[in-house]
């Protein structure tokens, strides 16, 4: 069986549209519809009208499809792809967290689940946390959540009195410091551009800081230099489609990590196969608890509306 026609002919038949996250392997990045970072990605579920939603990345990605797109099926090829971040920050005491600091605006990254965005004021992802923090009036205390790193980030950035929830992406984490300057070393001409969620050391070495579609929009713009890439991997893939002729290294991981750079293991849970699968069974899908899902979409509406 031919996998990709297949699946371009059940999803013609199902009037189904396949959203990728640059993380997901190349195959799936290949013949998904829209391939993209989180922020365009929930436009693109806010705007589909298809029927079918299969959402080729993680957990909390499909469920603010979900959130949405409650009369639509959202399809999730495996429903083990979770996040480190989103898991970081269980609910129960993330409301204890907010309810000790009652006079605190509530901004959630994204990657969390939707009892935690339910919990919130306003969502935001990487590519509009500045502008998101900057939204709220200067003199307001913030609670960010779940990311410790893209918050210090934004703290340096913006000057912002906030309070930070201790979580972090392992992804991001797994980048060595002494690997990537020894790498610069050998490559001085390369620049290093790296995504908020990485360390601040690692960011410190950093000629562009930026989520996934801000580092390839960066490459394109400035196609004749070469770049050491620290993120997941699998930006690769795309980036290098746009900059063909552009040297890129990816960063590289700490010793004791199961990839030489940096891989999402919850983002490569989802394969060809199961895509297939899922779409051919309109199984696995997300559910989200409708009282939840009518809470978490007032913070998930203001980001969008704040970033048209
Ligand atoms: P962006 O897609 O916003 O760049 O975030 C990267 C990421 O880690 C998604 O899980
Ligand atoms: Fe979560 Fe990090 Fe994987 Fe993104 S790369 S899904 S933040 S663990």
Redesign the pocket.
């Known amino acids: 069986m031919n996998l990709k026609e297949e699946i371009y002919k059940l999803k013609k038949e199902k009037n189904a549209v396949i959203l990728a996250?640059y993380?997901q392997e190349d195959a799936i990045q290949e013949i998904a519809d829209y391939v993209g970072d989180s922020l365009g990605l929930s436009q693109k579920a806010a705007e589909t009208d298809a029927s079918i939603i299969v959402f080729a990345?993680?957990h909390?990605?499909a469920e603010t499809a979900k959130i949405l797109n409650p009369t639509k099926k959202v399809l999730l090829p495996d429903l083990n792809?979770?996040?480190?971040?989103?898991e970081s920050c269980p609910p129960d005491e993330f409301e204890k967290f907010i309810k000790a600091h009652p006079d605190h605006t509530v901004v959630t990254y994204v990657?969390c689940s939707a009892e935690v965005k339910a919990l919130t004021d306003i969502v935001c992802t990487s590519s509009n946390a500045l502008k998101i923090i900057e939204s709220i009036p200067e003199e307001t205390p913030i609670i960010f959540a779940p990311?410790r790193n893209l918050g210090k980030y934004i703290i340096k950035e913006t000057g912002r009195d906030m309070l930070l929830w201790d979580g972090s992406?392992?992804?991001?984490e797994a980048f060595s410091i002494e690997k990537l300057l020894e790498l610069h070393k050998q490559y001085p001409d390369h620049k290093i551009i790296a995504h908020p969620?990485s360390e601040e050391h690692i960011l410190k070495t950093a000629t562009y800081i930026g989520s996934t579609s801000g580092m390839i929009n960066y490459v394109k713009e400035h196609a004749n230099e070469k770049f050491i890439v620290a993120?997941?991997a699998g930006i690769l893939y795309k980036m290098q489609q746009e900059v063909p002729n552009t040297e890129l290294i990816p960063a590289p991981a700490k010793e004791d990590n199961t990839c030489a750079c940096?891989e999402?293991?919850?983002?490569k849970v989802n394969t060809l196969q199961k895509l297939y699968d899922c779409l051919a069974n309109e199984a696995p899908y997300v559910e989200v608890p409708e009282d939840i899902r009518k809470r978490a979409l007032v913070p998930i509406e203001r980001m969008l509306e704040l970033s048209k």
């Open positions: 996250h993380y990345g993680v909390f990605m792809a979770g996040c480190s971040l989103a990657n990311d992406c392992v992804v991001h969620e993120t997941e940096s999402c293991a919850y983002m």
